[in-house]
């Protein structure tokens, strides 16, 4: 499975940004998927999750209200909609997807269950 995570750039505080991960050789409404991030020095962290239905969603605390996670089921993507940025948003941001069929009913929030990675793309927020 190869995930492609695209939609990331430099941004003003306050502004809007959407990022988009495609999935080729999988479908996500069949797994559990989330986005991630990692900001320079600190470990990679949970930012939210969808369920193979999409009925369920989660965020970090930190993001809800701000974000918000979609599944289009006829482009095949996981989108990132990312709103009221702030300068702590910065980092780099990962789409995964969880293989796991009872967990995909459920959102995976954990880490170490997700088996396929994007190769992030960059979200830089300026004051």
């Known amino acids: 499975v190869q995930l492609q995570a695209s939609g990331g750039g430099l941004v003003q505080a306050g502004g809007s940004l959407r990022l988009s991960c495609a999935a080729s050789?999988?479908?996500?409404?069949?797994?559990?998927s989330g986005w991630f991030r990692q900001a320079p020095g600190k470990e990679r962290e949970f930012v939210a999750g969808i369920s193979r239905s999409g009925g369920r969603t989660s965020y970090a605390r930190s993001v809800s209200g701000r974000f918000t996670i979609s599944r289009d089921s006829v482009k095949n993507t996981v989108d990132l909609q990312m709103t009221k940025l702030k300068p702590e948003d910065t980092a780099v941001y990962y789409c995964?997807?969880?293989?796991?069929?009872?967990?995909?009913?459920?959102?995976?929030?954990?880490?170490?269950?997700?088996?396929?990675w994007g190769q992030g793309t960059l979200v830089t927020v300026s004051s």
């Open positions: 995964a997807l969880d293989w796991d069929q009872v967990r995909a009913w459920e959102v995976t929030t954990q880490l170490l269950y997700y088996d396929d």
């Open positions: 050789g999988r479908t996500f409404d069949i797994y559990s």
